[in-house]
């Protein structure tokens, strides 16, 4: 499906990429249900509990393109992320040297009046404040339920202010409403940076490489790999400028960290200006780098250069592989992730020599933008074993029954919410926050020592597993982890 830069929004990710949230089964089975020309329906729940929103994704990547501004059209508490916002903000200052400030965002505050009369004037007044206050290159203005439901004219305000407020004004639709998988926002971020802030290329490039990522900490690492193939690469979105973003066009290749997040900026900056977009599997460790570096050596023509590049990576750490590896056998472990991470974690814990018993993943796309199933689905179901696996947004309760079934050693999550209950059952719990955890052949490494390191001492679990009582009763523990998941219909 092509990528329409001519619409006001994004399309939500369960029209475009029949993206499901409720699934139990297999990888093999997923990836034969719903490879091309399949359709794997989505099952609903009959309970269910809160989850993350759509706004709160566009508003991660949006809050961290350093000379720009956010808006959020919304009562107070749909700001509440910025906090976690701010806190990744500062992560990534940490790891480029650059001195601490905070996010430029705004809330409108709407209130109970604002529902009823509508809340044009609390944005014009948002958007005049932001102008004042930080004198950005760009303001985007994020939507929310309150302001969607009650029919707020973004637009139309926006064109209200166009000969007050010298900078661009950018309506992001993100209504948490919309859709229940919340990466739709960063579908509706990409959208709003691809038609009002992208140029089309004066130049094309032979050296610059967009890399499509979150906070960037690997950002040394990668720029002196891709130095030694005589490539520049240029992190997007977080941490760019919003004169980099315009020129984003003029790039040799687009990469991305992860295949959920980037699918739509990479297939639109593909389809609207010939920038070649890598659709390897994720670049977490040996298989997924020499996948990810392989195919940008096909897109910009380097492939000697980066073949020589593999085996010299490879070579600098395989002792060092072989002595982690050691220390982690025998071990298990439970995963749940986004579905990028989730999918490509099973097969770096195996390269660790880890036994994954189980994945689970808070949504799914059956295709990604550019038409092809997920490759690390298709990867998995003809190189490795099936494993359980099953779809859920988030839904601790059937994470918990799985970890006290299951009782692995290890648990591995994207999500602190979930990382805790894992904890509370005695389960050495290993957050994976930072997208470049376990990136390439060294980051595979650290990352094994780290995991060793958690083994070796079970103590905080352990005592906290004796002190703390879980909220579930012993029946829900009795029961199929996905015993509210409806049944799927006979064919």
């Given at each position: 499906m092509a990528i329409n830069t001519k619409i006001a929004q994004a399309p939500i990710r369960e029209l475009r990429l029949d993206a499901i949230t409720g699934y139990s089964g297999s990888v093999h089975d997923l990836a034969a249900r719903t490879a091309p020309g399949c359709c794997l329906s989505n099952r609903e729940r009959s309970f269910a509990q809160t989850s993350s929103c759509s706004s709160g994704c566009a508003q991660t990547l949006l809050s961290g393109i350093v000379d720009a501004a956010?808006?959020?059209?919304?009562?107070l508490g749909c700001l509440g992320d910025s906090l976690y916002q701010n806190i990744g903000y500062h992560y990534g200052q940490f790891h480029r040297n650059w001195p601490y400030s905070n996010v430029s965002m705004i809330s409108t505050n709407m209130g109970e009046s604002d529902t009823v009369f509508g809340g044009a004037e609390?944005?014009?007044?948002?958007?005049r404040e932001a102008w004042r206050r930080f004198k950005p290159k760009a303001i985007f203005?994020?939507?929310s339920c309150a302001s969607g439901i009650i029919?707020?004219?973004v637009q139309g305000v926006i064109d209200e202010l166009k000969d007050e407020i010298p900078t661009p004004v950018v309506p992001v639709h993100c209504e948490g409403f919309r859709s229940r998988v919340w990466a739709t926002g960063f579908d509706a971020a990409f959208h709003a940076i691809l038609t009002r802030i992208v140029k089309p290329p004066e130049q094309n490039s032979k050296e610059l490489v967009n890399i499509i990522n979150f906070r960037g900490s690997a950002r040394a690492y990668i720029t002196d790999l891709f130095a030694r193939v005589g490539l520049k690469p240029v992190f997007v979105v977080p941490f760019a400028t919003v004169g980099e973003l315009e020129r984003i066009s003029e790039a040799a290749a687009s990469l991305t960290i992860c295949g959920t997040l980037g699918s739509y900026l990479g297939t639109a900056l593909e389809e609207e200006y010939g920038v070649p977009y890598v659709k390897s599997t994720p670049p977490h460790g040996f298989a997924g780098m020499d996948a990810w570096l392989r195919g940008l050596g096909q897109a910009v023509g380097k492939e000697r250069e980066i073949e020589a590049l593999i085996v010299e990576e490879k070579r600098a750490v395989q002792d060092d592989l072989a002595q982690v590896r050691q220390k982690l056998a025998g071990a298990t472990a439970v995963i749940g992730m986004g579905p990028g991470f989730s999918l490509s974690y099973i097969r770096v814990l195996e390269e660790l020599g880890i036994k994954v018993l189980y994945a689970a993943s808070w949504h799914y796309d059956q295709h990604y933008d550019h038409g092809s199933q997920p490759a690390i689905t298709t990867e998995l179901a003809t190189e490795h074993q099936d494993i359980p696996f099953g779809i859920g947004e988030q839904q601790n309760f059937e994470i918990a029954n799985l970890l006290k079934e299951l009782k692995p050693d290890l648990y591995f999550s994207r999500h602190p919410g979930s990382s805790v209950w894992a904890a509370k059952q005695g389960i050495v719990t290993i957050p994976v926050m930072d997208e470049y955890t376990a990136f390439g052949?060294?980051?595979?490494?650290n990352f094994g020592w780290r995991i060793a390191d958690a083994l070796a001492n079970r103590r905080f679990v352990n005592n906290l597993a004796q002190r703390v009582r879980l909220p579930y009763q012993q029946w829900w523990f009795e029961q199929n982890p996905y015993h509210f998941l409806s049944q799927e219909e006979a064919a």
């Open positions: 956010v808006v959020n059209h919304a009562p609390r944005l014009k007044d948002g958007i203005v994020t939507t029919g707020d004219d052949y060294r980051g595979l490494v």
